[in-house]
């Protein structure tokens, strides 16, 4: 099992940044993909940022590509999104996950955190 637990989540006004941070512990996880989902209410959770723990390379859709940028620390196994220029429509609940999967063209992930609330005011 991979624990995670998500932080930085709060109120911000649209253009605004935002720093989500996720504390993961657990089985080793050199081998994953982590990343962020969110979800919004009433829509299906979508997949925002991942990134390789072993090499650092990260992969974005394109709603979020040059405003949202994932990182890690391997000294303090965490795992961070910095997310700038926020909009209105970025307001979600923010998962940290671990051992990020594509699956018949989907993303899918195997550990979730508890999310975290993020909302951008007009």
């Known amino acids: 099992q991979v624990q995670l637990v998500e932080s930085g989540g709060g109120l911000v006004q649209a253009g605004g940044s935002l720093r989500l941070s996720c504390a993961a512990s657990?089985?080793?996880?050199?081998?994953?993909?982590m990343g962020w989902f969110r979800q919004a209410p009433g829509k299906e959770r979508s997949f925002v940022a991942g990134?390789?723990?072993?090499?650092?390379?990260?992969f974005y859709p394109d709603s979020v590509k040059g405003r949202f940028t994932i990182s890690r620390d391997k000294a303090k196994n965490t795992v961070s999104l910095q997310m700038n220029s926020l909009k209105p429509e970025d307001t979600a609940v923010y998962y940290c996950?671990?051992?990020?999967?594509?699956?018949?063209?989907?993303?899918?992930?195997?550990?979730w955190g508890q999310g975290t609330q993020v909302t951008v005011s007009s």
């Open positions: 996950v671990a051992d990020v999967r594509v699956i018949a063209g989907t993303y899918e992930a195997s550990y």
């Open positions: 657990g089985r080793p996880f050199s081998s994953y993909a």
């Open positions: 990134i390789w723990w072993s090499s650092g390379s990260t």
